[in-house]
T-cell receptor, first 112, second 113 residues
Framework: ELKVEQNPLFLSMQEGKNYTIYCNYS?????LYWYRQDPGKSLESLFV?????AVKQEGRLMASLDTKARLSTLHITAAVHDLSATYFC????????????FGSGTQLTVLP | DAGVIQSPRHEVTEMGQEVTLRCKPI?????LFWYRQTMMRGLELLIY????????DSGMPEDRFSAKMPNASFSTLKIQPSEPRDSAVYFC???????????FGQGTRLTVV
């Protein structure tokens, strides 16, 4: 069974600081997705990572994928309050029909 | 495109009643997913369809839940009979092919009293 684990689950950080969210998964996959969810809202796609070594950047967020380590990271640079949200990673399981399994999410709060 | 459209946005029903949630995927998308989100269990994949055919329904919690996709532009998730523990936000999502981002609807917040 595919397991997707994120850490930390909760993260409070000061504006201007850097931090990294980690996403580990348990089986073979080369397709990983990052989403953002604001309170009471739907999920919004941030990044699609489709190969080992893939790196995507948008503003203060940068995502990377290491399929050999079964690890993806979401790096936040110089955080601002607007980045406060819950961030999810999701994985397609290459070995089975199982699709888009989500991690537990990381609730990020950026403090002024 | 208007995106993935779900209805209703909110549903309050009494225990034992039948509940039907509806989803219209983005035109041209061949994958459709149903998720349930709760504080305790997070985002759970219930079932997904490819070209209107159910591929993986292993996440459907029990026989009270059923899902159909009669055509490429419509899907339903039905709970009969509903129970208070079914209270959650139910999301529908669609995507075009594997290895692409899925787009989520606004969700249906279900409360069973």
């Amino acid at each position: 069974e595919l397991k997707v684990e994120q850490n930390p689950l909760f993260l409070s950080m000061q504006e201007g600081k850097n931090y990294t969210i980690y996403c580990n998964y348990s089986t073979t996959s080369d397709r990983l997705y990052w989403y953002r969810q604001d309170p009471g809202k739907s999920l919004e796609s941030l990044f699609v990572l489709l190969s080992n070594g893939a790196v995507k950047q948008e503003g203060r967020l940068m995502a990377s994928l290491d399929t050999k380590a079964r690890l993806s990271t979401l790096h936040i640079t110089a955080a601002v309050h607007d980045l406060s949200a819950t961030y999810f990673c999701a994985v397609d399981n290459s070995g089975s029909a199982r699709q888009l399994t989500f991690g537990s999410g990381t609730q990020l709060t950026v403090l002024p | 495109d208007a995106g993935v459209i779900q209805s209703p946005r909110h549903e309050v029903t009494e225990m034992g009643q039948e509940v039907t949630l509806r989803c219209k995927p983005i035109s041209g998308h061949d994958y459709l997913f149903w998720y349930r989100q709760t504080m305790m269990r997070g985002l759970e994949l219930l079932i997904y369809f490819n070209n209107n055919v159910p591929i993986d329904d292993s996440g459907m919690p029990e026989d009270r839940f059923s899902a159909k996709m009669p055509n490429a532009s419509f899907s339903t998730l039905k709970i009969q009979p509903s129970e208070p523990r079914d209270s959650a936000v139910y999301f529908c999502a669609s995507r075009k092919g594997m290895g692409t981002e899925a787009f989520f609807g606004q969700g249906t917040r279900l409360t069973v009293v």
